[in-house]
């Protein structure tokens, strides 16, 4: 049997693509390793609390709640996966060593902080904005020969900053609104 050169090549081609048909059925039928982590590691999607732009986070968090992992957002529209330093950094935010886990409060004439429950804490701002709003709340003033109705204090401001997402200053804005605060100012406006 005398096989040609362009014969001698079908018939190669022909043998070894055979030797991968089983090969390829047998991996589109495994499935890839399984890695322990798998199942415990949640992924969120957030915003950078750092400055104002807005760049969208994805925030991986292992089994203890800590951040194990961030990266840019490809989906948001301010920064479509990129990260500035700062950004790269917020895992520090839950496990950094100097990050605080109770309030501090320096009581008046004291040179150092103490450590305070959060329940007297939040108890105490609640009675000293009471306290500033009674003590300034204007319900009208008097322009020329008219008496007009204000409703507010201007004893207390509110300030905003970049952390917080539009349902957080709509609730914000709404309560300092109640408390009659017409103060109102972001972070990135100062």
């Known amino acids: 049997m005398k096989v040609t050169r362009r014969e001698f090549l079908k018939l190669t081609a022909a043998a070894s693509g055979s030797l991968l048909i089983p090969a ?89 902080f103490e450590e305070v429950e959060w329940d007297w804490a939040i108890t105490e701002v609640a009675k000293r904005i009471k306290a500033t709003r009674d003590a300034t709340f204007e319900r009208t003033v008097t322009v020329g020969d008219k008496t007009v109705t204000v409703n507010r204090t201007r004893a207390i401001a509110f300030l905003g900053g970049a952390a917080n997402n539009n349902e957080e200053c709509y609730l914000a804005t709404k309560l300092a609104r109640a408390l009659g605060i017409v103060y109102l100012e972001h972070q990135a406006r100062i």
């Open 24 to 112: 390829s059925s047998a991996l589109a039928t495994t499935e890839g390793p399984v890695f322990p982590l798998h199942k415990k590691v949640k992924e969120a999607v957030t915003i950078c609390p750092y400055c104002s732009c807005g760049c969208g986070l994805i925030i991986a968090t292992g089994p203890d709640g800590h951040i194990i992992n961030s990266e840019g957002d490809p989906d948001n529209i301010t920064n479509r996966g990129a990260l500035d330093p700062k950004s790269i950094a917020v895992r520090q935010l839950s496990q950094s060593p100097l990050r605080l886990k109770k309030p501090l409060y320096r009581a008046p004439g004291s040179d150092h």
